[in-house]
Nanobody
Framework: QVQLVESGGGLVQAGASLRVSCAAS????????MAWYRQAPGKRRELVAD???????NYADSVKGRFTISRDNAKNTVYLQMNSLQPEDTAVYYC???????????WGQGIQVTVSS
C-alpha cells in the first residue's frame, strides 16, 4: 500500500518559518510530479507548489518568494520550506504524487499548519 506521510506542521506566529516534509513509500525520482496542496476551512483545495521529475518547480502566486519546494530522492522525501508565514497560510497541507503515465494519483492524510497574528 502506497503511503505519503506528512510531518512538521504546527502552530507558529506570523513571520515565522516552518518546514513540512512528505515521506513517500514510492520512488519519487521516477514520479512525474510531486506537489503540495492546501485547504483552508470553507475553501477549495489549492495547489501551493509542485516539482517535476526534471526539477522544474511551480508556485502559486500567493507563495512565490516565500515558499520553496524541494526533494531528496535518496530519502524519497519532499519538503516545503515556508518562510514569512502569514495567517492566510493557515490550512491543512497535503502531499500529492501524480503520474499519469504510470496511472497513479496518491494523497497524504494532511497536516495542519496554523499561523497566528
Amino acid at each position: 500500500q502506497v503511503q505519503l506521510v506528512e510531518s512538521g506542521g504546527g502552530l507558529v506566529q506570523a513571520g515565522a518559518s516552518l518546514r513540512v516534509s512528505c515521506a513517500a513509500s514510492i520512488n519519487i525520482a521516477s514520479t512525474n510530479t510531486m506537489a503540495w496542496y492546501r485547504q483552508a476551512p470553507g475553501k477549495r483545495r489549492e495547489l501551493v507548489a509542485d516539482i517535476y521529475s526534471g526539477e522544474t518547480t511551480n508556485y502559486a502566486d500567493s507563495v512565490k518568494g516565500r515558499f520553496t519546494i524541494s526533494r531528496d530522492n535518496a530519502k524519497n522525501t519532499v519538503y516545503l520550506q515556508m518562510n514569512s508565514l502569514q495567517p492566510e497560510d493557515t490550512a491543512v497541507y497535503y502531499c500529492n504524487a501524480w503520474d499519469p503515465y504510470n496511472g497513479y494519483d496518491y494523497w497524504g492524510q494532511g497536516i495542519q499548519v496554523t499561523v497566528s497574528s
